[in-house]
């Protein structure tokens, strides 16, 4: 079947009208200036300030380079220890050991998927400099509770926030927790440069540490202060982020609608949980993530995305499988699974489902029609005018 039917993405990204790239593009071609920090880069780097109510952004050609120097900024003791999530990207947990610390792996909260105040404190050691949180699916980390820990034993917090651009907490821009805050502008994400990121802090102190760090550690033609890297972004990046912003807040409200069409029938589904932020906090509506209680279903999250790509729907496993089974982690004591229950069985219950402004009636069709297919003896209902199955409840 997968071959009669298109396929559906779990996300596709906002792109701006051609003739409007050409137009940026006739501007960089005109001033000749490609990269290092020009024009689109700094008219970029202060809209996103203001975008984002933070005293600086500092944007990198992608995230884990802005992640790495994120931690590089804050001067760890090498051979530290950095407590992080195994529940997330890699990228999170391979800017550790890039930067010659090891990282030790706490579990998450069965609620939020996000670190566990509780076991953060469980790992802390006289070797410990940092923790590194993620705020997953926009669900924002416990930051209160976090910077509260921090304080107490004298560390470094350092989030990532790939999924949570223009996320608040309390109506604080989620920037303004921990010491420094990563954001991914990846094509995946709702806000991107195609490549990209960005680096915050309510810190301003750190802005030159951080421009030194993404420019080889060079102040001026004459003068290195420091071992950097080459974490600038270019000047198409930039002016691609610059054309993305502006179409940004319409996709939120495109995908809030979204998400208000998926709801009910995902609420009304035995076993599954529609995972939302905490109602204290601003949705990124970056995406989608449904939890699958296989006892209480009567299906499985792997036998559900199994079904999905039998109709060429694209459906992600994030995150599966957990960080800290890759190889060259698992046998650290941290990593062991009976110390990670609750984000060992999160990563076999979790699914994210196709999600984005421009998903068609239709496919929000094939979709919940697939999802619903799963429970037996569906009923049929309507979206608008395309039947789909629900079970009864």
């Known amino acids: 079947m997968?071959?009669?039917?298109?396929?559906?993405?779990?996300t596709r990204p906002l792109l701006p009208d051609q003739a409007d790239v050409q137009r940026k593009i006739a501007e960089i071609w005109s001033s000749q200036w490609l990269t290092n920090m020009g024009a689109q880069h700094g008219a970029l780097e202060s809209r996103l300030a203001d975008f984002l109510e933070m005293p600086f952004v500092s944007l990198f050609n992608n995230g884990t380079n802005a992640l790495y120097a994120a931690l590089r900024v804050l001067d760890l003791p090498a051979g530290g220890e950095v407590i992080v999530t195994p529940f997330t990207f890699p990228a999170s947990v391979h800017v550790i050991t890039a930067c010659g610390l090891t990282p030790v792996f706490c579990d998450i909260d069965p609620i939020t998927l996000t670190l566990d105040p509780a076991c953060i404190e469980q790992l802390?050691?006289?070797?410990t400099c940092a923790i590194l949180g993620v705020h997953v699916y926009g669900i924002a980390c416990d930051v209160r509770a976090i910077d509260a820990i921090a304080t107490r034993h004298n560390l470094k917090v350092v989030y990532d926030a790939a999924h949570a651009f223009g996320s608040r907490i309390d109506g604080i821009p989620i920037s303004r927790f921990g010491d420094v805050t990563m954001h991914s502008f990846h094509a995946t994400k709702l806000f991107h440069t195609i490549e990209g990121g960005g680096l915050l802090s309510p810190h301003p102190s750190l802005q030159r540490k951080i421009y030194l760090e993404r420019n080889f550690g060079i102040a001026n033609e004459e003068t290195i202060l420091s071992a950097g890297l080459n974490g600038k972004a270019n000047e198409i990046q930039s002016a691609i982020g610059l054309l993305v912003l502006d179409m940004v807040e319409a996709e939120w409200e495109r995908r809030k609608a979204l998400l208000d069409r998926y709801r009910p029938f995902l609420s009304a589904m035995r076993g599954v949980t529609l995972m939302e932020p905490q109602a204290n906090v601003t949705p990124s509506y970056q995406y989608l993530p449904i939890r699958i209680?296989?006892?209480?279903?009567?299906?499985?999250?792997?036998?559900?995305?199994?079904?999905?790509?039998?109709?060429?729907?694209?459906?992600?496993?994030?995150?599966?499988?957990?960080?800290?089974?890759?190889?060259?982690y698992r046998?650290?004591?941290?990593?062991?699974?009976?110390n990670l229950p609750v984000a060992t069985k999160a990563s076999g219950?979790?699914?994210?489902?196709?999600?984005?402004?421009?998903?068609?009636?239709?496919?929000?069709?094939?979709v919940v029609n697939t999802l619903l297919a799963a429970h037996e003896n569906p009923d049929r209902v309507s979206i608008g005018d395309n039947s789909l199955s629900r079970r009864a409840i």
């Open 2 to 10: 997968s071959n009669e039917l298109s396929s559906i993405a779990v």
């Open 124 to 127: 802390i050691t006289p070797r």
């Open 293 to 328: 209680d296989a006892e209480k279903a009567g299906f499985s999250r792997d036998s559900l995305y199994t079904r999905f790509r039998s109709e060429n729907i694209l459906a992600r496993k994030y995150f599966y499988p957990l960080c800290s089974s890759a190889p060259h």
């Open 349 to 366: 219950q979790v699914l994210c489902l196709p999600f984005y402004g421009a998903l068609t009636a239709n496919e929000l069709a094939r």
């Open 331 to 338: 046998d650290m004591p941290s990593a062991q699974s009976s």
